[in-house]
């Protein structure tokens, strides 16, 4: 009897094929690759945005800025929403808003008013981000690190057909890349109606200010804040670096296709490995410095077409490995709700992608062209120190969190009751992670 009772964990322990998963996981990954071609498809048509509208790099750089910045602080809502009409309606809701938003761009009689609509347009991708990543991870089998790579390959792989899709239609006008957006998040829209079941995304109602008070929890407040110098640069990067390069749509679209098949290959592919291999705060450090040394070669030679083409491509290695390990480790080590964790941890990052294109665009022309650039090397220099200060407290929560035998919980997609909230006072941060561990060792106890 002991020995039969040691080896049904180790068979129920076989980790099934990342690519066995239930229909709702692929129909929110799919209207996820749909919307993270929303950001790329915008890059090839930011020149022929500023010289058609008369526009201002700053001006051209408000269409990320507004829908960032509005994205970040919708995301402090998006978990009350959910929490009350359910993971499916929330994503319905998100994606009629994208929908709209994106036609209405595309009718856009200045930037003025387009700048408005991507505004609105960031409201539909809070409520739609959020959820989709609490989805996700609440319903695919395999565990938190292959729900996260089932997100990042969808948003690698959006992010890489997006510029090039962008760059087709834009070549055609500016307008194109804009209806295209609309027209398959429509199609997104309907596959989430038809296999997405709604049910309770948590267990209790949640206050407005559950992802503020989550931010109390000191690993889930460092990584956050990691993730928000890293998105100044990526963001840096990618609406920043295409006003430079002056390329037409097409060319622009080939160059961040590029880029984001890298970031699709290394999130899915090569983060894993490296993280097995050694450890996710050594891995990210690395991937870090890599990018500081990008960034600085794009603002040495910033007016060098050929080396920004070719460091833009490269960047894409880092932002693939950070994009995964970050979101994986939030997921892990946040001692609250993963759509508390998930609004929380994006309500930081956003403001880092918000306001970097807008700065850039500012700094950019008021100083120099390579200025933005050291400043994306400055912000992932003290993404770097956050970790060497705070890595053995992240490895620590991390390694916890795979002790307790932390897998996906399928709360979102209705399969199972969803997750009590365990809440953590400021005097238990320390021990979020050895809380959840003891309770789950409880219930395997009472099982």
């Known amino acids: 009897m002991p020995t039969s009772t040691q080896q049904a964990p180790a068979e129920g322990h076989a980790k099934p094929s990342i690519l066995h998963q239930p229909k709702a996981v692929w ?52 978990g009350w929403v959910s929490s009350r009409i359910g993971g ?59 729900a996260i790579a089932i997100y990042e390959a969808a948003m690698g792989i959006g992010i890489a057909v997006g510029p090039l899709l962008g760059g087709i239609l834009g070549s055609a006008g500016w307008q194109w890349p804009f209806l295209g957006v609309s027209v398959l998040m429509l199609v997104g ?18 206050p407005l200010s559950a992802p503020i008070k989550a931010l109390r929890h000191r690993g889930l407040l460092i990584l956050s804040l990691v993730a928000l110098l890293y998105n100044w640069a990526f963001f840096t990067v990618l609406a920043y670096a295409p006003l ?40 990210l450090i690395g991937a870090f410095v890599l990018m500081a040394l990008d960034l600085a070669a794009m603002a040495i030679f910033t007016d060098v077409a050929a080396v920004l083409v070719a460091t833009i491509i490269v960047s894409g290695v880092c932002s693939g490995l950070n994009n995964t390990l970050v979101t994986q480790a939030v997921m892990q080590v946040a001692p609250v709700e993963r759509p508390v964790a998930s609004a929380a941890y994006s309500f930081v990052r956003f403001f880092g992608g918000g306001l970097a294109p807008f700065v850039a665009g500012v700094v950019g022309t008021a100083v120099s062209i390579h200025v ?25 929560a991390v390694a916890a969190a ?46």
């Open 27 to 78: 129909a929110v990954a799919f209207a996820c690759v749909i919307s993270f071609m929303g950001i790329g498809f915008v890059d090839p048509i930011l020149p022929a945005i500023g010289e058609q509208m008369h526009a201002s790099h700053a001006e051209v750089e408000l269409l990320f800025t507004s829908y960032l910045l509005v994205t970040a602080i919708a995301m402090l809502g998006t």
């Open 189 to 206: 829209l309907v596959g989430t109606i038809l296999f997405v079941p709604n049910a309770p995304t948590t267990a209790t109602r949640l």
């Open 244 to 283: 430079i390069l002056g390329f037409d749509a097409i060319a622009l679209g080939a160059v961040f296709f590029g880029w984001g098949l890298l970031v699709a290959i290394f999130a899915v592919v090569v983060a894993p490995r490296l993280e097995r291999r050694f450890g996710l705060v050594p891995v």
């Open 402 to 447: 795979e002790a307790a035998d932390e897998q996906v919980l399928p709360v979102a997609a209705g399969d199972a009751p969803a997750e009590p909230v365990v809440l953590v006072d400021d005097a238990l941060d320390e021990d979020a992670s050895a809380i959840r561990a003891a309770e789950r060792q409880q219930e395997h106890a009472r099982r």
């Open 88 to 146: 499916k309606r929330t994503l319905t809701l998100g994606l009629v808003i994208i929908v709209a938003f994106a036609a209405l761009a595309s009718l856009s009689p200045s930037i003025g008013a387009m700048v408005g609509f991507r505004a609105g347009w960031g409201l539909g991708n809070a409520l739609f981000i959020a959820t989709s990543l609490a989805v996700i991870v609440g319903s695919a089998t395999g565990g938190v690190p292959g």
């Open 372 to 396: 933005p650039f050291w400043i994306a090397v400055v912000a992932i220099a003290g993404a770097v120190a956050l970790l060497v200060a705070s890595g053995h407290r992240i490895s620590d």
